[in-house]
């Protein structure tokens, strides 16, 4: 299999958390699309992913599957025994719900205020901005911050008792917080425990370390 991502990438530090929880990484060669150079936005790229966004993962028989959340539940199938998104339907329902949420209300929201609110990925990729959107979407995801943290009140993980795909998102949303300096409120007690508590998984190590120590731009 081929990944095509950045490494230093929020969106793609799920799926490379996901390949570490599972032990597929030596199943994987990763192929770098420099978002620093707007190369995901390039008509080769753009054939591979529609999008225009990363990661990508390609199998041998040449399908393309993009989007984290489908490639985490493509390589958690693999060998038969879920674990990152749920062995039941009520737990791949709860799971999808609370990762699609982790999405929505923190990860995209700090994206948008990335691109637009801040220098972004430069003049030559960050062709249209509304700043007073991206301040907005800031906001948003800082009561994001908040909603996340009720809920990791009642429980030890994002969707429940076990670590699954939901964790690994809001993960890829307080790595990104971290690289446009938004930190986690105060106030947020259980939610900063939990990342911490999080952070001890060598998955999530690792990541954060090169997140922590890239001298680039924070990428999608």
């Not at 062995?87 to 637009?116: C, N, Q, W």
């Not at 090169?210 to 680039?216: E, G, L, Q």
Request: glycine share 8%; proline share 6%; charged share 20%.
């Amino acid at each position: 299999m081929r990944i095509y991502d950045w490494h230093t990438g929020p969106y793609p530090a799920r799926v490379r958390i996901a390949l570490g929880e599972l032990g597929l990484q030596s199943r994987v060669k990763f192929v770098p699309v420099d978002l620093r150079r707007g190369a995901h936005k390039t008509p080769a790229f753009l054939a591979i992913n529609y999008s225009g966004t990363l990661p990508v993962l390609e199998l041998d028989d040449g399908t393309r599957i993009a989007e984290c959340t489908a490639i985490t539940q493509y390589l958690d199938a693999l060998n038969g025994d879920p674990l990152l998104t749920g062995a039941t339907p009520r737990d791949k329902g709860v799971i999808h719900m609370m990762t699609k949420r982790a999405e929505i209300e923190l990860l995209d929201a700090i994206s948008v205020y990335f691109h637009h609110a801040t220098p972004g990925l430069g003049a030559d990729v960050e062709i249209y901005q509304n700043p007073e959107w991206g301040f907005r979407q800031r906001d948003k995801a800082v009561r994001g911050m908040s909603y996340f943290d009720g809920v990791l009140q009642q429980q030890a993980f994002i969707a429940g008792e076990a670590f699954s795909m939901a964790d690994i998102a809001v993960i890829g949303g307080l790595i990104f917080a971290e690289l446009v300096d938004l930190p986690i409120p105060l106030k947020c007690s259980a939610l900063s425990a939990w990342y911490t508590r999080m952070q001890e998984r060598p998955s999530v190590r690792d990541r954060i370390s090169i997140s922590r120590s890239a001298t680039t731009q924070p990428f999608e």
